[in-house]
């Protein structure tokens, strides 16, 4: 039985585990905890599950698989692992405010905020690491202002193991006495006939997810993202000559570039179904895996192969896909167009200060990013 997650095998090559991986519907895999699950690693099965009903995100259900002994990451504790209902009624009312078409509008404001790190960057000694200098601050920056938190009090984050619950309290609190134009204010205000409104406690789960994972896993998606491309230098110099490209190449980063591991995806078949045309009895846990369905041949063909100019017949899972689509996607989508875009112009001789294969990745199993990406620019 394989160990899971898979260990990186290089900075930027997939896990060897894949290989052969999709010629079976289901594959037994133990987890951290010594618990066991089924992974399913094809592309239709992964988004039907993740479609079904029948399989849900409450682990706490008895006899499902835990992830590991420690549970005290955020995403196991918080209202993402919601299901049915109560979900669909607290996704909804932050769906009417944190929109694609409002994170549109702050494209202007990240294109400045990006030139002036850029600018940063370029005063930088080198080599500059760019997790430091760019991604982290970026990211930080973006959420920060999108939720209301003054650029004083943003010292506050940096840390996901000791999430900021208390501050986002008392930020909301102030922002119920004295609203402002965030997206706190909106998410306190925002109201429906049949949802009501956000309590006091989904408001500060919820901002407080936001908040993490608006700037962690955009910043390890960036730095992954430069990474890969250096990797290939062919495919970067195309976003310098054709830098109408750099969208779809976002979107063959985001499929190549799988920044958490699909550990974090663990979930419980609440009913007999099946997949992939094989049974799967009630109580059995889960994990539709990301990762592997975005190399699945059945879908992007020549998987492996990464090209910036690939228009594929369906788009990558990275984002998940149906009720809990990430709702952060849209910012990310765009934080990543404007800075990978403007690095591939500002800085065309850009390169790795170390041969790739001397990355490190941290040792955290659901998000192994890199300790530092540094450049020579």
């Known amino acids: 039985m ?19 991986l999709h010629e079976e519907p289901l594959v037994p895999v133990r987890l951290p905890s010594g618990d066991t699950a089924l992974l399913i690693t094809r592309y239709d099965d992964v988004r039907a599950v993740l479609a ?39 996704r909804r009312l932050i769906g009417k405010t944190f929109t694609a078409k409002r994170v549109e509008t702050l494209r202007p404001r990240i294109a400045e905020i ?13 080599p500059v690491d760019i997790n430091a200098t760019f991604s982290f601050p970026l990211t930080i920056r973006v959420i920060c202002e999108l939720l209301g938190v003054p650029a004083e009090e943003r010292e506050h984050f940096g840390d996901t193991s000791s999430p900021p619950w208390g501050y986002m309290r008392e930020l909301i609190e102030r922002r119920r006495a004295e609203p402002g134009d965030d997206l706190i204010s909106d998410l306190i205000a925002v109201h429906d006939a049949e949802d009501g409104r956000l309590s006091t406690e989904e408001l500060v789960w919820w901002c407080t997810l936001l908040l993490l994972a608006g700037y962690e896993t955009t910043a390890n998606q960036l730095s992954g993202s430069v990474v890969l491309l250096l990797h290939n230098p062919a495919e970067f110099a195309r976003l310098r000559t054709s830098p109408e490209l750099v969208p779809a190449a976002v979107e063959e980063l985001l499929r190549c570039q799988v920044v958490g591991s699909s550990l974090s995806m663990l979930r419980v078949v609440t009913e007999d179904i099946e997949v992939g045309g094989c049974p799967v009895p009630a109580g059995t846990s889960v994990i539709p895996a990301l990762d592997a369905a975005n190399f699945d041949p059945s879908a992007f063909g020549c998987p492996a192969k990464f090209d910036v100019d690939r228009a594929p017949r369906r788009p990558q899972l990275t984002f998940s896909t ?3 689509f990430c709702l952060g996607a849209p910012l990310a989508r765009v934080q990543l167009q404007e800075a990978i875009g403007r690095l591939a112009q500002r ?3 850009l390169r790795l200060a170390v041969p790739t294969q001397e990355l490190q990745r941290t040792e955290d199993i659901f998000f192994p990013a890199f300790t530092a990406v540094p450049l020579f620019l």
Not at 5 to 19: L, Y
Not at 81 to 89: D, F, I, K, W, Y
Not at 115 to 126: G, I
């Open 322 to 324: 149906g009720q809990h």
């Open 114 to 126: 990006v030139e002036e790190l850029l600018d940063d960057v370029a005063r930088a000694p080198q």
């Open 2 to 20: 394989h160990e899971y997650p898979f260990r990186w095998p290089s900075p930027v090559d997939q896990p060897a585990e894949w290989a052969g």
């Open 52 to 90: 079904d009903h029948r399989v849900s995100k409450n682990r706490g259900r008895k006899g499902a698989a835990r992830m590991t002994e420690n549970k005290q990451k955020i995403f196991q504790q918080t209202p993402v692992a919601m299901h049915g209902a109560e979900h669909t009624r607290v």
């Open 347 to 349: 800085f065309p001789e």
